[in-house]
C-alpha cells in the first residue's frame, strides 16, 4: 500500500491552493511511474476520487482500476439536476456530488474500460465519522434522522463498508 501525501496537505509544503486536481493526478502518477509498480488500483475518497480518475488518465499502464468513495463535487452545472435525487435546502452542492457518484462510474467504465481499467464505486450513505465535525456520529437529531432514512434503521459505521472496499482492492 502506497499512500501519496498530496501538496499542500499533510506533512508536504505549500498550501492547497497553489494546486489544481490536474497536479495533483500527475504527482499521483509520478509516484507510479517513479516506483516502477505494476499496474495499481486507485482509491480516492472525497476530493481523492477526482484525483485518482486524473491519475488513472495519466498514467493508464500503471492502473488496474479505481475505487471512489463518496467522490466530492464535481462539476456546478449538475446542480438542477441532482437536486432532484437529494434535495435538502442548503446542500444542492452536496446533492450534485451524491448524484455524480452515482452516474460517473458508468461513464468513466466506458472511457476507461478499453484501456483495460476496472471502475468501482463505494456510495455508502451516511456513516459515523468525522467527517463534517462528526455531525453524523456526535448529532443525536442527525443520526435519528439517518436512521430513519436508511434500511438499516440506522447509521453506517466504518466496519460496514471497510471490508467490502478492502475486497475491492484484492
Known amino acids: 500500500t502506497v499512500a501519496v501525501d498530496l501538496g499542500g496537505h499533510g506533512d508536504s509544503p505549500g498550501l492547497a491552493a497553489d494546486f489544481s486536481i490536474e497536479r495533483y493526478g500527475a504527482d499521483v502518477a509520478e509516484v507510479m511511474r517513479a516506483l516502477e509498480l505494476p499496474p495499481v488500483v486507485l482509491v480516492g475518497h472525497s476530493m481523492g476520487c477526482r484525483v485518482v480518475v486524473e491519475a488513472a488518465l495519466q498514467a493508464p499502464r500503471h492502473t488496474a482500476g479505481i475505487v471512489l468513495v463518496d467522490g466530492s463535487q464535481f462539476s456546478a452545472e449538475m446542480e438542477a439536476v441532482m437536486r432532484q435525487r437529494f434535495a435538502m435546502p442548503?446542500?444542492?452542492?452536496?446533492?450534485?456530488?451524491?448524484?455524480?457518484?452515482?452516474?460517473?462510474?458508468?461513464?468513466?467504465?466506458?472511457?476507461?474500460?478499453?484501456?483495460?481499467?476496472?471502475?468501482?464505486?463505494?456510495?455508502?450513505?451516511?456513516?459515523?465519522?468525522?467527517?463534517?465535525?462528526?455531525?453524523?456520529?456526535?448529532?443525536?437529531?442527525?443520526?435519528?434522522?439517518?436512521a430513519e432514512h436508511t434500511e438499516l434503521g440506522r447509521a453506517g459505521v466504518p466496519d460496514d463498508i471497510g471490508p467490502m472496499i478492502a475486497s475491492l482492492l484484492s
Open 90 to 146: 442548503g446542500a444542492a452542492h452536496y446533492g450534485a456530488m451524491k448524484g455524480a457518484v452515482a452516474i460517473l462510474p458508468r461513464s468513466l467504465a466506458q472511457e476507461l474500460g478499453p484501456r483495460g481499467i476496472a471502475v468501482n464505486t463505494v456510495a455508502p450513505g451516511a456513516i459515523a465519522t468525522d467527517f463534517s465535525g462528526g455531525m453524523v456520529r456526535d448529532n443525536p437529531q442527525v443520526n435519528k434522522m439517518v
